[in-house]
């Protein structure tokens, strides 16, 4: 078996549910081109139905008729399913709102830190409850004031809900956080006409702010890529094209991680669209030796590490993995899952209070997995089940619908 043909990839998540949240508090109709249709995408459109907005699809387009910065009190709870990106955000949002709002999510969401948004929200202004630092929460928004947030830790999503809070408060608002994380809020708010600034680990934006609607296309995911261009990597005699893939370099540390560890990747046809970097990547198979990855590099591949930890268990040599604690409060508990699921497979692998160390190369064996309904996690042990011997079974593997539900059709398409 081996792997070829030229693929489109899923488009991408962030960026999805940045341009629905963004168009419907924009003033005017916008127009999204090539969203992506995945769970995680749908709580977020469902949720801003609840709040008055008006969204439908034509012609393959989303189009949303933006309310401005008020939108209306939903009648019941807002359900963000299993998306912490729907909630963290939103919340931003919800803080600027006269009226109450109660979130809820799945089993995984409501296991998730949501302290890290409520402190600068309610710093800002905004009243809170929450169960104790987890979902549900309860936002009573208001009359917003800037603050200058220096964040802990390095996230988009808690980047992005300061920003959107940030809108409603009268002045500036700045965020700074120890590494630069994926900066698509920014680059989107400016092109909907945000007074926004940013430069290194830190955004500022002034409120009270009027957004103009816009065209918005959302080029391919790069975290769905990441899951053909290890396949491609690890499957000897494999060569795959994967098209329209969005090469924002805040996303970009696989690209970066592979060719390190001896991956041959070619960049090609590269060019913008909307402010976002776009190009077609050309992956062939070679032999992959190990690689260090540490904490500044983290955020650039936040959700890759499961990912690169099955091209580690290919490679000659030890790679280690640290800096990554923020995976054991992902939609699972990342390194505990990939760590117990591929040595169940024989990987060499093992944890750190942070990250992980994989041994390799070795040679894995089909056998029953879990992927803890974590899409992430259910992507990785398919790609680990192309070198392994024998069949493997995956628990729960439809939920690779979170980000990716063409994912097995795309598979079966290239495996020859
Ligand atoms: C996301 C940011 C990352 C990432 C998640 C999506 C986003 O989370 O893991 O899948 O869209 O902002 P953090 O920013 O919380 O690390």
Known sequence: MFIKGEIEIAPDKSISHRALM?????????????????????????????????IAEKDGEIIVKGNGLKLKKPSGVLDAGNSGTTVRLLSGIL??????????????????????????????????????????????????????????????????????????????????????????????????????????????????AKLHPSDVFIPGDISSAAFFMVAT???????????????????????????????????????????????????????????????????????????????????????????????????TDRLKAIVSELKKMGAEISELEDGLIVKGPTKLNGVRVDSYKDHRIAMSLAVASLVAEGNTEILNRECVNISFPEFWNVLKKIKQ
């Open 22 to 54: 963004i168009s419907a508090v924009a003033e005017g109709t916008s127009r999204i081109k090539n969203f992506l249709k995945a769970e995680d995408c749908i709580s977020t459109m469902n949720c801003l139905k609840k709040l008055g907005v008006d």
């Open 233 to 331: 990597a690890i499957v000897k005699g494999s060569e795959l094209k994967i098209k329209n893939v969005g090469i924002n370099p805040t996303r970009t540390g696989i690209i970066d991680v592979l060719k390190r560890m001896g991956a041959k990747i070619e960049i090609e046809n590269k060019r913008e669209i909307a402010d976002e970097l776009i190009a077609d990547i050309v992956v062939k198979s070679s032999e992959l030796k190990s690689t260090n990855i540490e904490r500044g590099e983290i955020p650039l591949l936040i959700d890759e590490i499961p990912i690169i930890a099955v091209a580690a268990t290919q490679s000659e040599g030890i790679t280690k993995i640290t800096g990554a604690k923020e995976l054991r409060v992902k939609e």
């Open 95 to 208: 803080a600027g709102q006269n009226f109450a709002t109660k979130i809820i999510g799945d089993e995984s969401l409501s296991k998730r830190p949501m302290k890290r948004i409520i402190e600068p929200l309610e710093k800002m202004g905004a009243k809170i409850k929450s169960n104790n630092g987890y979902l549900p929460i309860e936002i009573e928004g208001g009359n917003l004031k800037p603050i200058n947030y220096d964040s802990k830790i390095s996230s988009a999503q808690v980047k992005s809900c300061v920003l959107f809070a940030g809108l409603y408060a009268d002045g500036i608002t700045s965020f700074t956080e120890p590494e630069k994380s994926r900066d698509h809020m920014e680059r989107m708010l400016k092109s909907f006409g945000a007074k926004i600034e940013f430069n290194k680990n830190t955004v500022s934006i002034k409120g009270i």
